[in-house]
């Protein structure tokens, strides 16, 4: 079983559109991330949710909107997408937010393609 | 502010060993972690340092020197499957992971 599972792993459309990437963790955390990684391959939080409340809300623009139905599930809205937007965008998980070790379960990425 | 250093690439034979070196500056200090990230497949856990010294794991180990704000990822024996990127993170006093761009190790037979 897939312990944190993102659809769709490939995405391509077109600047303007709307687009929505979900993410499911069957780990039993407590919080969940979004992080977006460039082509210079630097990993950047986004949006982190502990419990079903936005712990940390970094500089995104605001057509990023993270929504948490419950804690197994953070997904993610994209509005109005732009040229910049293309990245690989990753889910996460951590048992709780002041983890001792911290560590963190990723799902696979979503690539995100904008045209 | 924040930072992460890592060298962007290193190359090795099959069969050696590297050290993947890592200084980080960052608000406070809960820890060091390494991360390994196969090209397009998501990061992976390594290990994780809060106090000074080595932690061996197999094949792989970790040192950390709270002192010099520096951290080395140790890998011996090193196999094909070793090529990867390796990713050094420092979680601050709110408990944020920071990250380095990652050091991109070729390995060649």
């Known amino acids: 079983d897939t312990a944190v599972s993102q659809t769709p792993k490939y995405l391509v459309t077109q600047m303007g559109n709307d687009k929505s990437i979900k993410c499911e963790q069957n780990?039993?955390?407590?919080?969940m991330y979004w992080y977006k990684q460039d082509s210079k391959k630097f990993l950047k939080i986004m949006f982190s949710y502990n419990n079903k409340e936005l712990i940390i809300n970094e500089t995104v623009p605001n057509r990023f909107s993270p929504k948490s139905p419950d804690k197994a599930h953070l997904n993610l809205h994209i509005n109005s997408l732009e040229l910049g937007d293309s990245a690989v965008y990753f889910c996460?998980?951590?048992?709780?937010?002041?983890?001792?070790?911290?560590?963190?379960?990723f799902g696979e990425g979503s690539r995100l393609t904008v045209l | 502010g924040q930072n992460i250093d890592q060298p962007t690439e290193m190359t090795a034979t099959e069969g050696a060993i590297v050290q993947i070196n890592c200084t980080y500056q960052?608000?406070?200090?809960?820890?060091l972690f390494w991360y390994q990230q196969h090209a397009g497949e998501a990061p992976t856990f390594l290990s994780y340092?809060?106090l000074d010294g080595l932690e061996e794991k197999g094949r792989f180990s970790s040192f950390l020197s709270r002192s010099k704000g520096y951290s080395y990822l140790l890998l011996k024996e090193l196999q094909m499957k070793d090529s990867a990127s390796y990713l050094c993170a420092s979680l601050d006093s709110n408990y944020q992971l920071i990250w380095g761009a990652g050091t991109k190790l070729i390995i060649k037979p």
């Open positions: 960052t608000s406070g200090f809960n820890g």
């Open positions: 996460a998980s951590s048992r709780t937010l002041r983890e001792t070790t911290g560590e963190l379960f």
């Open positions: 780990l039993g955390h407590d919080t």
């Open positions: 340092n809060v």
